[in-house]
């Protein structure tokens, strides 16, 4: 129990405030995982594997998603405080796991607020490059870093309208997708399933000249692609500390996840495998950063041009959503760190309206690495640093299916409280947690298996230094930090602390009759 029983809630004047509305919760949910993974990185899958193998990557992986969006469910309603899950482990599993995770999880925040800042610039080349790429990246970093020290209901409101920007950009291309495969082109007219059929369903393979094992192994890039782009579905529980009611927001954002993620990943990933053919060579172009998004060949290849300008600016949204993201997120687990005394104490430091600025200028700081890409001869470690990035996205996830399980194995021991009475039951239960447990520690093993052909220390490096991190800072944390049990006994593990009952008083329950006309049409789509 070293290290957990300790664990106290930040003094009234280091506490974050809960002003997140339940359509902010969401859109962040669902917003947070529509990004350039999905506007971009699909198209990497599709040429890869081809479409129907696509296809069956994200479906395999969308099942993945949902069983670990159930678990931050339960638990994010059950103890709804800031930076859950990173907490949670600490608190269920070991403070030493704990800290590991949640150190190398808010790094990959805050080294991907660098990667978004570097790419911005990228995309407004679609336009043009009389502006340098430094420039934009020190203008945006600057707004980027002045927006988050707002209250947060106002990134609350950023984040729902971006987000929405970029549903209804899926929606409207889905809708677009399907009247050009029943004949809208004035050029190809019908398109159909013509893809499919040449240059065919399933993509040539990878790596090898055997057709099975090359598709095999394309199957499988286009499954660690899908990992990646679905990363975000987490954000519910980071989030789930400063919403002003977690038990109706929380599960009503994770309930939503899987409807959510049929209509706009597989429905995308479908259609692109309908009207982008796998071998078309601008998925591989290096003409522009947006160039290569399969959302605009589809829209090239369909001869309406024009509307490759209006999805530039979406995706131009989107990334700069994600950097505004990357911020709030890397400053509430600093902030969660420091409450669950696996940080420094000054972490927890906030202004007048709850906002943890310490967290924010640390988290912001890192966003000067995005001047590595316009450097020379950095190309390497920048690699690595989109590499701890991804992988440990990954980690994070299994940090939640264990957490669960643990979660699960003390309600069972302690019997204080019953399952069936909780605020959120998430679905499959334990059964779920570790089905997605064992999937993405299996992922996360693979990942890198491309370094193995043409194997170089520097491309393993590149592969699994996430892991190696995570291994160093798990053994300073264990050995050196708490000296503890390598994990907390169930019936030790601290589920009292923060627990929605003691919410419930504290809460303020909603009004439907207080909200505007607009405001309940809102309430009832989102």
């Known amino acids: 129990m070293e290290g957990i029983s300790t664990y106290t809630k930040p003094t009234a004047e280091g506490q974050v405030k809960r002003e997140l509305k339940p359509r902010h919760i969401s859109?962040?949910?669902?917003?947070?995982?529509?990004?350039?993974?999905?506007?971009?990185?699909?198209?990497?899958?599709?040429?890869?594997?081809?479409?129907v193998g696509s296809i069956i990557a994200y479906v395999f992986m969308s099942t993945i998603v949902y069983s670990i969006a159930?678990?931050?469910?339960?638990?994010?309603?059950?103890?709804?405080?800031?930076?859950?899950?990173?907490?949670?482990?600490?608190?269920?599993?070991?403070?030493?796991?704990?800290?590991?995770?949640?150190?190398?999880?808010?790094?990959?925040?805050?080294?991907?607020?660098?990667?978004?800042?570097?790419?911005?610039?990228?995309?407004?080349?679609?336009?043009?490059?009389?502006?340098?790429?430094?420039?934009?990246?020190?203008?945006?970093?600057?707004?980027?870093?002045?927006?988050?020290?707002?209250?947060?209901?106002?990134?609350?409101?950023?984040?729902?309208?971006?987000?929405?920007?970029?549903?209804?950009?899926?929606?409207?291309?889905l809708i677009y997708a399907l009247c050009m495969m029943?004949?809208?082109?004035?050029?190809?007219?019908?398109?159909?399933?013509?893809?499919?059929?040449?240059?065919?369903?399933?993509?040539?393979?990878?790596?090898?000249?055997?057709?099975?094992?090359?598709?095999?192994?394309?199957?499988?890039?286009?499954?660690?692609?899908?990992?990646?782009?679905?990363?975000?579905?987490?954000?519910?529980?980071?989030?789930a500390g400063e919403c002003a009611n977690p038990r109706k927001a929380v599960p009503r954002a994770i309930n939503r996840v899987f409807f959510r993620i049929v209509v706009f990943f597989l429905g995308s990933i479908f259609f692109m495998g309908i009207l982008v053919p796998y071998n078309d060579r601008k998925l591989v172009s290096n003409s522009s950063f947006t160039s290569s998004s399969p959302f605009v060949i589809a829209i090239i290849n369909c001869g309406t041009s024009v509307l490759g300008h209006i999805f530039n600016a979406v995706i131009l949204t989107t990334i700069l959503?994600?950097?505004?993201?990357?911020?709030?997120?890397?400053?509430?687990?600093?902030?969660?760190?420091?409450?669950?005394?696996?940080?420094?104490?000054?972490?927890?430091?906030?202004?007048?309206?709850?906002?943890?600025?310490?967290?924010?200028?640390?988290?912001?700081?890192?966003?000067?690495?995005?001047f590595l890409s316009v450097s020379s001869g950095s190309q390497q470690a920048f690699e690595w640093l989109v590499n701890v990035s991804t992988v440990a996205g990954l980690l994070s996830w299994a940090a939640i299916s264990f957490s669960h399980i643990r979660f699960i194995k003390a309600l069972d021991t302690q019997e204080d409280f019953c399952r069936d009475d909780l605020p959120f039951k998430a679905s499959g239960g334990i059964w779920y947690a570790w089905y997605a447990f064992v999937c993405v520690c299996i992922i996360v093993v693979i990942q890198g298996f491309t370094c193995f052909w043409d194997f170089t220390a520097a491309s393993f490096l590149t592969a699994y230094i996430s892991l190696f991190i995570f291994v160093i800072l798990f053994v300073v944390f264990q050995f050196f930090v708490f000296c503890g049990p390598l994990l907390i006994k169930?019936?030790?593990i601290d589920i009292m602390n923060d627990c929605y009952c003691q919410e419930e008083l504290n809460v303020p329950v909603e009004k439907k009759g207080k909200l505007s006309w607009y405001e309940r049409v809102l309430d009832a789509i989102f």
């Not at 608190?91 to 790419?119: H, K, N």
Request: proline letters at 5%; aromatic letters at 16%; glycine letters at 14%.
């Open 27 to 51: 859109m962040i949910a669902l917003g947070g995982t529509i990004g350039t993974g999905l506007f971009i990185g699909t198209g990497s899958a599709l040429k890869d594997a081809g479409p």
């Open 70 to 173: 159930q678990s931050i469910g339960e638990m994010a309603t059950f103890i709804p405080i800031t930076g859950s899950f990173t907490v949670f482990c600490t608190r269920f599993v070991s403070p030493a796991i704990g800290a590991a995770i949640g150190w190398m999880y808010w790094f990959s925040w805050a080294v991907t607020f660098a990667i978004e800042l570097s790419i911005v610039g990228k995309v407004i080349e679609y336009w043009t490059d009389i502006v340098p790429l430094a420039a934009w990246i020190a203008i945006f970093f600057t707004v980027f870093t002045a927006v988050n020290f707002f209250p947060v209901k106002i990134y609350g409101e950023v984040e729902f309208w971006a987000a929405s920007i970029k549903v209804i950009a899926v929606v409207g291309w």
């Open 182 to 239: 029943c004949g809208a082109s004035k050029i190809q007219g019908p398109i159909g399933f013509k893809y499919w059929g040449n240059p065919g369903a399933w993509g040539p393979g990878i790596l090898t000249s055997n057709i099975f094992g090359g598709r095999i192994l394309g199957f499988l890039s286009a499954l660690i692609n899908a990992a990646f782009t679905f990363q975000g579905t987490e954000l519910v529980g980071i989030t």
């Open 321 to 370: 959503s994600a950097g505004n993201s990357n911020v709030y997120i890397g400053s509430r687990l600093l902030y969660a760190l420091g409450s669950a005394h696996v940080g420094p104490r000054f972490l927890t430091r906030t202004t007048e309206n709850g906002v943890p600025w310490v967290g924010v200028l640390f988290t912001s700081v890192f966003g000067l690495l995005g």
């Open 490 to 492: 169930p019936e030790d």
